[in-house]
DNA sequence: GAAACACTTGGCAATATTGCCAAATAAAAA
DNA sequence: TTTTTATTTGGCAATATTGCCAAGTGTTTC
């Protein structure tokens, strides 16, 4: 891959595409706790404190973007993370958090 | 900083404000382009391709935020990378995307 | 098979985001 | 000082996102 093009406005718009599905605090929290390991709908909608649809829509964004996958097992769906170098976000996140915070 | 404690609400919210800030594509290009140096708002708005009030709305958001920092001199105002660590995003952005492109 | 369980999907109202135009501001040039 | 250049801000219509409820789907348990 040629490192040195420029991307093109549909890079960038499919960039964006994933950043959004990543920018909710919920979905956010879900990702983290996916970290530790695969979770059951059931589990995410006890922390996220939301009605289980709503839960399980975060969860199908997450999903269809490519971060997340899913596997039913019995009554179940476990998710997990498929894609885990979106966890190196959250460093940077609140480096940019407190570089906002020492200066206006 | 200790490490293990899980993130509050308020911080999952306070990141997702900073991805919320990322998550646009003419963002994603301005950023692109102001890793390379700093750039006043008529140079992005030739890459953007839109309104100069857009251009400048978008900079607002990544500056309110803790993204890039502005400098008047003369007439211009030139925008720069405040926290180049959001770089990194890109590369991990792009494998989610090659990851959901080998799957479904 | 009927009931219960674990989800997903449809629909909709509330809210947020985006992008343009027009108007305001601020510095430099004439 | 008037005009021009560079940018920001206000306002608004179009669009997208979010979250709940209700209804639907697919398993398992009874």
């Known amino acids: 891959m040629l490192v040195h093009l420029r991307p093109t406005q549909e890079d960038f718009e499919a960039r964006a595409k994933v950043m959004k599905a990543l920018a909710h605090p919920t979905r956010l929290m879900m990702i983290e706790e996916l970290s530790r390991g695969e979770r059951c709908v059931?589990?995410?909608?006890?922390?996220?404190?939301?009605?289980?649809?709503?839960?399980?829509?975060?969860?199908?964004?997450?999903?269809?973007?490519?971060?997340?996958e899913d596997e039913k097992r019995g009554k179940q769906v476990f998710y997990r993370l498929r894609v885990p170098c979106v966890l190196n976000f959250f460093h940077c996140l609140d480096s940019v958090l407190t570089a906002r915070d020492r200066l206006g």
Request: glycine share 4%; hydrophobic share 35%; charged share 35%.
């Open 42 to 68: 059931c589990e995410l909608r006890d922390l996220a404190d939301r009605d289980l649809s709503t839960v399980s829509k975060h969860l199908s964004i997450l999903k269809d973007t490519g971060i997340v």
